[in-house]
């Protein structure tokens, strides 16, 4: 057979070999350009994972480390200062407790010489086997260093340290590196820990209790005569009680460790801490002097309405509020109570103006209302509309509750009209309203109910600013001659400045009236002062002689400005600062004085001390003291006179020309001179929330621990009424505020009983008593009734 | 007419091949981001986090005295402590619910001396020796009873393959 010789056959066969080829070809292009790229992935997966190694390590494995390596650096510490020679080191240094702390972290020795105790837990030990292992695994080296460390306390049973730690993690192949700082804080609570006050104070050795790990807060346990029992059965040295109650005599760790015997507070003349003023109304003073700071700020005007018939503004510029005799309180409210004004009756409420709503820049008004659904403009506020030729201001309620309408006059023949329908309608119950003239960007803006409801243009070149110099009139006219209205009132504010989207909501949210003057600090909350705001203290009769004799003045401020004005005393003393330095203008002087070595941080949290010890003032900013001390008093002024921050103008010895702002925070007068090592702890505890005091009740059995040593025995208190005293004299006696001295059998009924009257003062006094005014707290009084009300409250069993 | 064919079937063939082998070498599905996803979670997680009933009964029994320790560091404590069952439980709490189909998951604590199983996926359709990707990442990790008492550190490896 012949074979057949077939072109096409050979032709298909060709092309589908051919075909077959140029798959396979660019498979293999694909397949090499996979590989390429597998290998670029697998290089970023690889730096990819190194980054997350360098994470997982600072943010975890070397954080436990730390917390780990700081605790036992503590107890041994405590146990190495058995030696006074270690013990000198750092009793009255609280730098070098600072360092010593480090120095026993990073590398294990106490002033350079081993500690066989810390072997095994200095932070290079416990990380060198991790290093090795990411050495093998992610070939990188890894290494780190501490930097500044700082031991404070955030209350009395915790430890804080921070630390600035250095990293460096680099790949073997120089690719990939990490250089950088972080700061890192571990916390831990001082169970199981040697207890200082036996330890090094009582040197009771071997014996020396720990820190019992059943500690209670003894106000918020349900005590039982068998608790009480077993508390005392088992040693417990320390109970805690309130970690809020900043005004005992009590003590913390690191106050046991450096041998204070007294709290913080010792001496506090007057104290601001702004933490409660919304609450309490304005700055107010929460040690025993009662004085209530002056605060002239944005929040102009406020009240709450609370009685028709006791009207008054809570703000410092104290306006006077005139009502028509009608008036009466309302009883449906949304905050507490309120008031009722009457159409038939032509009731209305004036504010007297006092002249601080001259040259605003900003102005806005909160209003809660509540009016009646009628035919008619209603008038919710007017400032001198229908009888100012100037500037005025106007809100009315549109007829049947359809909307609002906004009418605003500045400089004669500029004159707006806006109404306003807002999406969701007003209703004939509670309505909340926010209006805010901004001369900056020539608008008005309102919300209504928490909702942004319109936003009006004026020509700002024209209106510049806004000058209200009538009476404000709301429920009427401002010739109380019509648009008069029948419903509720409350909650009324006005402001020069404008309120945060987050403010108005609050303000909606919470049905309150609202300061606009405070904010987040880093010591809870502190007082925002800007645009010539102030705060003013006038020396009442309690301050005789206060300023004459020896004192410390600190507080903490955020500077925004590069110079400004802090604080004045009259004519007597001004103190600011510039880039430079802190100045310091006394008129004994007679010229101003630069602390130079010192500069303030701007934006940042700066701590100031003025200290007077006879003659000599020294300045301390952030711990540091001024080499130059001046030999000045700010005597002449005799008794009475006026201390002021922020305000460079008020009085007239201003060191700088610039108003202060920014924030204040923590505002102490003390009554001595405190130490340099006083204004290292304050400095170091700033973060505290025992604010450095550190206050607790502590049962003891002194035979057992010590105590019954005289020399201690004049530092306990033994009685209910000595613990009262105590309080009071806010002198000496310091650490314990309760004894079991006496306690012969763990059946002491009478001990019991004493413990739970105690208890309760310190409650009463911690809770309850420290208000200003009682408003808001269940006040009890000074004296003997403590006692009697705490013995009535155990008898019934309330407490 | 039968060339046609012929040709035709080559090129399937030719075809098939050619996306066999590549699909076979080129792909890997997002395994490594699970791999490292997988070692963060374990080392980082709370187990206070996991908020499971066993982890609570663990926790009312004494058996779990910190929740705040990661699950790698609980982990470490149980196996240091020799419940190793409970070493195993709370690591399969955590992934058993978490593989994907076509992943197929190791994870082992390595002492300096011993390479302990805690988990594997329950059905391995692919053996590690046959897979075609993989991954295998390790980590250190340390953990306390209390202050005093240092467990550790130990290696979590994890291997994922397909």
């Known amino acids: 057979m012949a074979i057949k010789n077939n072109k096409r056959g050979y032709a298909f066969s060709f092309f589908s070999l051919f075909l077959v080829i140029l798959i396979f070809f660019y498979a293999e292009l694909q ?89 095994g837990y200095t932070l290079k030990n416990l990380t060198d086997e991790y290093i090795e292992k990411t050495q093998d695994n992610y070939f990188m080296n890894t290494s780190f260093y501490v930097y500044d460390l700082v031991v404070y306390e955030e209350d009395p049973m915790t430890i804080d340290i921070q630390a600035l730690i250095g ?80 005004y005992s005599i009590g003590s913390s760790y690191l106050n046991n460790l450096f041998n204070i015997t007294h709290g913080s507070y010792k001496d506090v003349f007057a104290f601001y801490s702004f933490d409660y003023d919304e609450e309490l109304l304005l700055p107010y003073d929460t040690s025993q002097v009662g004085n209530t700071l002056d605060f002239f700020g944005d929040t102009l005007f406020i009240t709450s309405l609370e009685n028709h018939s006791n009207l008054y503004d809570e703000s410092s510029y104290n306006h006077t509020i005139i009502s028509s005799p009608g008036i ?21 409420l004036e504010i007297q103006n006092t002249g601080n709503f001259d040259s605003l820049k900003h102005v806005s008004s909160s209003i809660w209302f509540k009016l009646e659904n009628k035919s008619g403009l209603q008038s919710i506020m007017s400032t001198g509309y229908q009888t100012a030729t100037e500037d005025a201001f106007e ?48 608008s008005i803006n309102v919300f209504i109910n928490g909702v942004s409801s319109g936003r009006y243009s004026f020509n700002q070149n024209i209106c510049t600013n806004v000058s209200f110099n009538q009476n404000i009139i709301f429920g009427a ?113 007679g010229n101003t004085l630069f602390f130079e070595n010192v500069s303030v941080v701007p934006n940042r949290y700066n701590h100031l001390v003025l200290t007077r010890n006879g003659s000599a003032i020294d300045v301390y900013l952030n711990k540091k ?16 006179g006026e201390i002021t921050f922020g305000s460079s103008t008020y009085p007239s010895l201003g060191v700088q020309s610039n108003n202060f702002s920014g924030v204040f925070d923590e505002i102490l007068f003390i009554n001595r001179t405190l130490s340099e090592f006083d204004i290292q702890r304050q400095y170091y505890n700033f973060e505290s929330e025992s604010k450095g005091c550190c206050n607790y009740l502590t049962l003891i059995n002194p035979t ?88 009535w409250l155990i008898k019934e069993g309330y407490y | 007419m039968m060339d046609l064919i012929f040709s035709f079937v080559i090129l399937i063939v030719a075809l098939g091949i050619a996306s066999i082998y590549y699909s076979e070498v080129s792909n890997d599905d997002g395994l490594y981001e699970f791999t490292q996803d997988s070692l963060n979670r374990i080392t980082t997680t709370s187990i206070n986090s996991l908020n499971s009933p066993e982890i609570r009964d663990l926790f009312v029994q004494g058996k779990i005295n910190n929740i705040e320790n990661s699950i790698a560091q609980q982990v470490s404590i149980f196996y240091e402590n020799g419940d190793l069952e409970l070493a195993r439980n709370i690591t399969r709490i955590y992934f058993e619910n978490t593989e994907g189909n076509q992943y197929f998951m190791n994870i082992s604590l390595i002492n300096t001396t011993n390479s302990y199983s805690l988990y594997s996926s329950p059905v391995i359709r692919v053996s590690y020796e046959e897979s075609k990707v993989s991954y295998a990442m390790s980590r250190e990790v340390i953990a306390f009873t209390n202050r005093s008492q240092i467990i550790g550190p130990y290696t979590f490896q994890i291997i994922l393959w397909q």
Not at chain 1, 625 to 635: D, L, R, Y
């Open chain 1, 704 to 791: 057992i621990h010590g105590y019954n040593d005289p020399s201690y025995r004049e530092n306990v208190s033994y009685s209910s009424h000595l613990f009262f005293n105590n309080i009071f004299r806010n002198q000496d006696i310091n650490i314990t505020l309760y004894s079991m001295r006496n306690i012969t059998t763990y059946d002491t009924s009478e001990d019991y009983y004493n413990f739970l009257v105690d208890n309760c003062m310190m409650i009463a006094y911690n809770i309850y008593g420290y208000a200003s005014d009682g408003n808001g707290f269940t006040r009890i009084n000074e004296g003997e009734d403590d006692l009697l009300q705490c013995s």
């Open chain 1, 395 to 442: 809100i009315l309620l549109l007829d049947d509750l359809s909307g609002i309408r906004i009418n605003y006059r500045c400089n004669v023949g500029v004159d707006v009209m806006y109404d306003i329908y807002p999406d969701e309608e007003l209703t004939n119950s509670y309505n909340h309203i926010y209006s805010h003239i901004d001369t900056e960007n020539g």
């Open chain 1, 625 to 640: 003291k001024s080499p130059n001390a001046v030999g000045s008093t700010p005597s002449s002024q005799g008794n009475g």
């Open chain 1, 31 to 119: 397949f090499e350009k996979d590989t390429f790229s597998s290998a670029n992935n697998l290089e970023e997966y690889r730096i990819y994972s190194m980054n997350e190694e360098v994470i997982y390590f600072k943010d975890t494995y070397l954080l436990d480390l730390f917390d780990i390596s700081a605790y036992k650096a503590m107890d041994v510490l405590v146990n190495e200062s058995v030696s006074p020679i270690v013990y000198d080191l750092y009793k009255t240094n609280y730098t070098m407790l600072n360092e010593l702390v480090k120095e026993l972290i990073s590398e294990g020795t106490l002033d350079s010489t081993p500690v066989p105790e810390m072997e």
């Open chain 1, 328 to 348: 009466s309180n309302a009883s449906d409210c949304p905050w507490v109570s309120c008031v009722y004004l009457n159409d038939s009756q032509l009731d209305y």
């Open chain 1, 477 to 589: 006219n401002s010739s109380h001659s019509g648009l008069f209205v029948n419903g509720n009132f409350d909650e009324i504010a006005l402001y020069s400045d404008k309120l945060s989207e987050e403010q108005i909501g609050r303000s909606y949210v919470n049905k309150k009236r609202l300061f606009v003057d405070y904010m987040d600090s880093i010591h809870g909350r502190g007082i925002y002062l800007n645009n010539g705001n102030y705060l003013n203290l006038t020396l009442n009769s309690t301050w005789e002689d206060f300023l004459q004799d020896n004192f410390t003045i600190s507080f903490w401020f955020l500077p925004e400005l590069p110079n400004a004005t802090l604080m004045t005393y009259d004519t007597e003393l001004s103190l600011g600062y510039n880039q430079s330095g802190i100045l310091l203008s006394d008129n004994n002087i």
């Open chain 1, 167 to 246: 990293f460096n993690f680099t790949s073997f192949d120089n690719v990939s590196s990490w250089v950088f700082n972080e700061t890192v804080i571990t916390s831990f609570q001082s169970y199981n820990l040697l207890d200082p006050s036996f330890h090094i104070i009582a040197n009771t050795g071997s014996d020396t209790p720990r820190i019992s790990p059943v500690e209670l807060y003894a106000a918020n346990l349900n005590w039982s005569l068998e608790l009480f029992n077993i508390t005392l059965q088992n040693q417990f040295t320390n109970i805690y009680v309130d970690r809020n109650y900043r």
